[in-house]
Structures are given as C-alpha cells and as structure tokens.
C-alpha cells in the first residue's frame, strides 16, 4: 500500500519560513519523481516545485528563489523548504510521486501565511 504522508504545515507570518516534509512508504522512492503541488482556495492545483529521480529541480515561477526543494533517498522523504513567505502561498500543500504510468498523492497540508 502506497502511503505519502505531509507534515510540517501550519500558520506563519509574512516573511517566514517552514519546511514541508512528505514521507513515501509502499514505493521504490529512489526511482520516483517526486513534486509538491498546492491549491489555494478558490484555484486549481497547480505545481510548486518537483526533484526527478536524479535531483534535477524546477519550480513554479512565483516560488523562485525562495523555495527549495531537495530529497533524501535513505529515509524516503521530499522536503519543501519555504523563506520569504507571502500571503499568496497560502493553499494546501500536496506531495506527489510520479514514475511511468503511476502517480500518488499525499492527503494535503494547510499552509496559511498571515499577520
């Protein structure tokens, strides 16, 4: 069974940071793509950023250069690295694995940027 599981969410202000954390299980992880995607309310998911199987990165262009997306093999996992954050980035963050004709979700994490 193919679990991915979010963590690290939560309410910030304008300006912080968090980090965003996806565990993999029931996969071959080194050999998946893996990405973060969010849909803030009112809009259709839409990609942050994604790490290929050979840590080749590329991220939306609203995130660039203050998001960083890495993965550690060893111990399954995606991380989102967010600074500079913005009321805008406000969505539910979602972690998704992709390789062939396969491709898995995580349940979601909120991510409010506020004052």
């Known amino acids: 069974q193919v679990q991915l599981v979010e963590s690290g969410g939560g309410l910030v202000q304008p300006g912080g940071s968090l980090r965003l954390s996806c565990a993999a299980s029931g996969i071959m992880f080194s050999t998946y793509d893996m990405g973060w995607y969010r849909r803030a309310p009112g809009k259709q998911r839409a990609l942050v950023a994604r790490i290929n199987f050979g840590h080749g990165t590329d991220y939306a262009d609203s995130v660039k250069g203050r998001f960083t997306i890495s993965r550690d093999n060893a111990k399954n996992t995606v991380y989102l690295q967010m600074n500079s954050l913005k009321p805008a980035d406000t969505a539910v963050y979602f972690c998704?694995?992709?390789?062939?004709?396969?491709?898995?979700w995580g349940q979601g994490t909120q991510v409010t940027v506020s004052s």
């Open positions: 998704n694995a992709a390789h062939m004709f396969y491709t898995y």
